[in-house]
């Protein structure tokens, strides 16, 4: 869906982009994370085409973005950091506007404008100005103005800054309806237990480059977080599990562990078979999900180690 190549983007003063590959499958939920200033925000404007890049090229449906602009906006949306709404708008004026910008056509807006408002919870606010929403509505309106036109590809930077816990979960929740309903995101955020919420895959950005080189499944992981709990401590317990097969990422004490391992069923089996054998008094020997963080870390962790 999304296929970014060799991407480089300089500003007068400094280079921001070096070399950038990532593809982006339909129907995921990317998750952009990285330090200020890495260039995930650069990145997202190259992908909509609202910045021409030194070298490379971005793609979306086989097509070039910096070729064919007119057509990559029509499908796209693109809400920024810092977006404008007209204050003296009202909820159906805004989205009728960005409905028209987009060239629906004349019939198709009124029924677009209502499901918009509908999917970001504005359908009792519709005669209301942008000027008398609170925050957390006025970022639904932004949001509605950038899907009123259905795209195929949605890109939101730092979507839930400045939002309550009610409107944050209530983002995640449309985000995700918006994947089921076909559409590709790509979401930039610092919050990275927001975006566990909903993300697929995590693109990690650090210094202009993809950190690790590739887009990282979080979603349907091959390796899982597992944590195992002694009832009693064991000195030689990091030595056992170190000499385990298909064992990452080990951080241990003497009564407990938490590791990346395969999620096959009779792997797990062979493990906390390989633990009782050995006379290890388990407790609790349970699987969780990988987190954004944890596969963050590790991968940003790995990038700083010396060589």
């Known amino acids: ?26 129907g995921a939920i990317a998750a952009l994370v990285g330090p200020n200033g890495a260039g995930k925000t650069t990145l997202m404007r190259c992908i909509a085409a609202l910045d021409r890049p030194y070298s490379g090229s971005v793609k979306i449906d086989g097509r070039d973005v910096n070729a064919f ?18 204050d003296e708008l009202t909820v159906r004026q805004s989205l009728t506007f960005s409905a028209r910008a987009h ?21 009792d606010r519709m005669n ?4 008398t929403l609170s925050r957390g509505l006025r970022q ?74 590739e887009i990282k499944s979080v979603g349907t992981t091959a390796q899982l977080r597992l944590v195992i709990e002694l009832a009693r401590p064991r000195a030689d317990l990091t030595a056992f599990l170190q000499k385990q097969p ?3 990422n080990v951080d241990v004490d003497e009564t407990s562990a938490t ?31 990988m987190r954004l963080q944890d596969v963050y870390f590790d991968e940003v962790d790995a990038k700083r180690r010396p060589q």
């Open 1 to 26: 869906m999304i296929e970014v190549q060799d991407l480089v983007f300089e500003y007068p003063s400094k280079r921001a982009l070096y070399g950038v590959t990532v593809r982006v499958n339909a």
């Open 69 to 86: 602009p007119r057509e990559t906006h029509a499908k796209l949306g693109f809400l920024p950091d810092f977006y404008g709404l007209y």
């Open 103 to 123: 060239a629906l056509a004349d019939g198709a807006v009124p029924a677009a404008v209502e499901k918009a408002a509908r999917r970001v919870g504005l359908l």
């Open 128 to 131: 209301d100005r942008a000027a």
């Open 140 to 213: 639904r309106l932004a949001i509605g103005q950038t899907i009123v036109h259905e795209p195929k590809v949605l890109l939101l930077d730092e979507p839930a800054s400045g939002l309550d816990p009610d409107a944050r979960r209530a983002l995640s929740r449309l985000l995700l309806e918006l994947k089921d309903q076909g559409m590709t995101l790509i979401v930039s955020s610092h919050i990275l237990s927001e975006l566990e919420d909903y993300s697929s895959d995590m693109i990690i950005m650090d210094e202009g480059r993809v950190v690790g080189g």
């Open 246 to 248: 298909g064992i990452q």
């Open 259 to 289: 590791l990346s391992f395969s999620p096959a069923a009779d792997a797990r089996h062979a493990l906390l078979k390989a633990l009782l054998d050995a006379g290890f008094e388990v407790c609790a020997f349970a699987p969780s999900k």
